[in-house]
């Protein structure tokens, strides 16, 4: 092995192990986002506890965040993010789309808004999607 090769190898398993200690949001978002890494990692367990997606659903899309805004509000920062998923390998099924507002204000972060174009999402976690709650729900940083 030439020492170009040994040398690409490190490098390759450098930067694998340093996104494999990044943190839960398998949300991909572009590079320069307002929206900090705490709301990213809680945008992804809302699509977790919150949408009808099965685990293995969730390991076969990707998700990305298409359209990622902050304003602020009376009570903090609202961060609007628009989401496309897709199966890339599977391209006969419609691409899905989520919409959700999280507030974060006094340390916490809340869902005030959640929509989704092909998959039930639901404000309350654990709710079916068809039960329409409506609440919104906080959650501790």
Request: glycine share 6%; proline share 3%; net charge neutral.
């Amino acid at each position: 092995m030439s020492a170009v090769s040994v040398l690409v190898a490190i490098l390759l398993s450098a930067l694998a192990g340093s996104l494999a200690f990044g943190f839960d949001s398998r949300i991909l978002f572009a590079r320069g986002t307002p929206v900090p890494e705490a709301v990213q990692q809680f945008a992804w367990r809302v699509i977790e506890e919150r949408c009808d997606y099965q685990s293995f659903e969730r390991t076969q899309r990707s998700f990305w965040a298409y359209d990622a805004r902050a304003r602020a509000v009376g009570e903090g920062t609202a961060y609007t993010i628009k989401i496309v998923s897709d199966v890339a390998w599977r391209k006969n099924e419609p691409s899905a789309y989520i919409d959700m507002t999280i507030v974060a204000a006094d340390r916490q972060l809340r869902v005030t808004a959640l929509m989704s174009s092909f998959i039930g999402c639901s404000l309350s976690p654990g709710a079916s999607a068809g039960d329409g709650a409506a609440a919104a729900v906080e959650t501790t940083r």
